[in-house]
């Protein structure tokens, strides 16, 4: 079973930046697609943002222009950058590597998470 390991996470006011990464046991990640979730408080796990193998990207409108996300194959490492933070980015996220060109769903491995609160 694959392993991913998240980091990052932590408290920072309105308006700041963090950087989430993720680290995956398997010995090579060029094949996979790889994404970011989070579940929010009270809400459903939903779709931050996700990479494919050949590098097309899908990101939530809610954090289209704020957050990217980027992967290092040879590091086997996926990130996602967040900008511009606002509360409602106050959320548990999740690292996420499937064989599926799709996003969304259950399907593939997952990280334990690592918690961003976004607070004044």
């Known amino acids: 079973q694959v392993q991913l390991v998240e980091s990052g996470g932590g408290l920072v006011q309105p308006g700041e930046s963090l950087r989430l990464s993720c680290a995956a046991s398997?010995?090579?990640?060029?094949?996979?697609?790889m994404g970011w979730y989070r579940r929010a408080p009270g809400k459903e796990r939903e779709l931050v943002a996700g990479?494919?193998?050949?590098?097309?990207?899908n990101y939530a409108d809610s954090v289209k222009g704020r957050f990217t996300i980027s992967r290092d194959n040879v590091k086997k490492m996926v990130f996602l950058q967040m900008n511009s933070l606002k509360a409602e980015d106050t959320a548990v996220y999740y690292c996420?590597?499937?064989?599926?060109?799709?996003?969304?769903?259950?399907?593939?491995?997952w990280g334990q998470g690592t918690q961003v609160t976004v607070s004044s």
């Open positions: 398997i010995s090579d990640i060029s094949s996979y697609t």
């Open positions: 990479i494919r193998r050949g590098g097309s990207t």
């Open positions: 996420n590597l499937r064989s599926s060109f799709l996003f969304g769903g259950n399907n593939g491995d």
